[in-house]
């Protein structure tokens, strides 16, 4: 088998793990790497990664260019949580019929906010034979792909609950300022009001279980309320003095005629104890699901991100969710 | 959308189970029956199932004819644990093109018995543009599918073990039976010996587990022990002295360089505390995954079956396994 070749765009911290990644498979190669960041541009990799060894390969902002010289299989794109922000980028990489697996939280269900940028990269994606795909842990793997694998063994599901409990001490700190470490809470409410905290795909997870199970939910919403500290909690990162925000609680509830079918809770917070992923289907029979400690976070979410490649290379094109790919699995 | 037409071919406990479902969904129709059980022969399946209102389908026994009057789209297949058994009724359905979703055992890994059956099944479901694979709940979904799935948060996986404990008491009596139920230890080592003790499709299940993860096994082997009850147990069918048989201790490893890298672990007996499915991936990251309660046995086989068939009508032609295809879900 030939190595499937890749370019990646963006080159933030997920997108270097998907990188470092890329560079230890056998059955990948890194073709190129593309960031828009000045402090980037021209740079070797290796710079990026920490690592001593170059890898020959630069860092260019001119995707165009990159697209024409490499005519990489497929990218893994890294760049935003809005569809609307790679709007751009994926039709540039469908025009030249490179495969598309992002991290981009709103692409788990792409015609969920915006069905006619969905429809529009859809159309681009099978004229160009490309696939492109959202996926990730969170969104795209506990809360979303994992409740619906699990109905497989079902003959019926009438309501879905599934909770995943992060403890944030052990993450990076911009996870932990995402989540609102350390803040008062009426900064927390107003950054909540203004729409800028909240787990960005939560609303997706509900919306695809609810498609998946043929639910036809009429109302998808989320709520997002602080977890304040108890008590002091430190971090390798900050200290969360009591009575401040350790971190954050996001409920996405999917309902049909007021009655909540689909319930998905996100606990992230400094000292949450605990820590782990549980899936209930109530059905025939119920089915019960837990990752016992929990996914971790940003290194699972670049190897599903790069398990993905081979799936999204071998299937039909379009603009598909996690669901209509062989699932992902590791790659070597 | 139109209806998928199935034909059920195998009327046993499973495939009727499979009828059942299909009877229920309303993005299915069952188009017709095959048995070729004298005894079921030209009845209604109605009163196979138990139920007072004719469906209107009789079983069938000549399926050639039947494939020629109702063009199905898709046939679940549940005659046989062994490949060579189905090996005429699945070149029958692809050669009129449909889709064939099985509880065949061996069908899981078609290959790895039966090399040349394989090459055979997979030109012919080529050439007829249809999809046939194997599933199950085990072989299927815990001790293999659900194994390579949860891996798709890894990096690296450098061990597997799966252990899956059902207390036969909870299962009809040929279940029971099957696990040597009430036998004297004796008894069991003999028919063990014999090749007649085992469950049917877990050296496939390490195979494939092993496959997916590119482990390169040189060494596939089972051992099956009895477990003893060591005090009476009693069951809706039958009673166990102690001493006696209560049901198998059945491992499955693959080994490569005699090192163990697979190990799958089915125990099924009379009283069973508690019972459950668990997988443990060792690799980056350590992943555990636990099916509280465990997934159960005919009637979640019968619906992971059904809920297949959709996915194998939307798969490219050829003979497939459960990684291949988009996963199964409920099928409405």
Chains 1, 2 share one sequence.
Not at 161 to 181: C, E, I, M, N
Not at 217 to 244: M, N, Y
Request: with cysteine; hydrophobic share 45%; charged share 25%.
């Amino acid at each position: 088998m030939p190595r499937i070749r890749i370019l990646a765009v963006g080159l933030g911290p997920i997108g270097l793990a998907a990188v470092r990644l890329v560079l230890g498979r056998r059955t990948l190669e890194l073709a190129g790497a593309v960031d828009v960041d000045r402090d980037k541009r021209g740079k070797d990799l290796a710079e990026l990664l920490g690592r001593p060894t170059p890898t020959g390969i630069l860092v260019a902002d001119d995707a165009e260019a990159v697209y024409a010289r490499l005519a990489p299989d497929a990218v893994l794109l890294c760049t935003s949580s809005f569809l609307p922000a790679v709007r751009e980028q994926v039709l540039l990489a469908v025009r030249h019929g490179a495969d598309v697996v992002s991290s981009c939280e709103e692409m788990l269900l792409p015609d969920f906010q915006h069905p006619e940028l969905a429809a529009e990269l859809d159309r681009a994606a099978r004229q160009g034979g490309a696939t492109v795909v959202g996926t990730g842990v969170n969104p795209g793997f506990v809360l979303d792909f994992m409740p619906v694998v699990a109905s497989a063994v079902c003959s019926e599901v009438r309501r879905v609950r599934a909770r995943r409990v992060v403890d944030a001490s052990t993450r990076r700190l911009p996870l932990q300022k995402k989540v609102g470490a350390g803040m008062a809470e009426a900064e927390f409410r107003s950054l909540v009001a203004a729409g800028r905290l909240g787990h960005v795909g939560l609303r997706e997870s509900v919306a695809l279980v609810g498609r998946a199970f043929g639910f036809e939910l009429d109302e998808v919403s989320q709520t997002v309320e602080p977890v304040l500290a108890t008590e002091e909690r430190r971090t390798p990162h900050l200290a969360v003095p009591a009575g401040r925000v350790a971190g954050i609680r996001n409920v996405g509830v999917g309902r049909r005629g007021g009655e909540a079918l689909v319930e998905l809770e996100l606990e992230m917070y400094v000292g949450a104890p605990d820590p782990g992923d549980e899936i209930l289907l109530e059905g025939d029979p119920d089915v019960r699901v837990r990752f016992a400690g929990g996914v971790p976070g940003d290194e699972a979410t670049a190897a599903i991100l790069v398990n993905t490649v081979p799936r999204a290379v071998e299937a039909a094109p379009g603009l598909r969710t996690v669901l209509d790919l062989a699932p992902a699995r590791l790659v070597r």
